[in-house]
């Protein structure tokens, strides 16, 4: 398993950070996935990723901000870590997983912390549509058989008790989070959490073009 590094695109540390955040938390499900084909530059130089676009079914909505974008979905495609393919053949795979975080898996369930971010037109890439996202890698937390922590965490399957040994267990810990504190717990008690959580300031999103964003490409 590779597991890959990058940078959360919201604080996702504190039951604040929730709900300061995101517009919904969710209970889902993935129920399908395809593969995203790598770029023409990755197969033409032999290496490079493929990625998944998962369909996630939403069990049940946890919380919902008062300023949320929009309302909450009943299912969203997420896009997922797949594998990294060398030596020029795309079935010369192995599996990647985000550092710290599930890897989204079939036959698992999760409780997710979402934002909806509006179409965009990017120099580079192009338009954007308009898609759920998550916080950052605390944002996901494993939660089967009802249980927050317990299944499929960096594509490996734990126990809550598993979970507990690897987290951060003292709230002086820089690196203790909200889903360290809710391991072995329900998604109800984050639920009550999170409804008795007022939202912090927002610090202002960064973007190497404020001017092009939610612009037409047209």
Known sequence: MILAHGADRHPAQTATDWVTYADHVVEVTPVSEREISPSQDEVDRGEGLILRKVTLRVDKVLWSSDTAAKDAPTSFEWIAHGWQFTDGSMNNRTEMAGEGEPRIEAGHHYVMAIDWQAPKCDPGDGEIPGQWRGLGSESNIPYDNGVLGQGEFQG???????????????????????????????????????????PGQPAQEQSAAPNVRNASCG
């Open 156 to 198: 490996q399957t734990q126990s809550s008790k598993a979970a507990r040994v690897a987290a951060a267990d003292d709230d002086e810990d820089p690196n203790y989070s909200l889903r360290d504190e809710f391991i072995g717990r329900t998604a109800e008690d984050l639920a009550k959490r999170l409804a008795g959580t007022e």
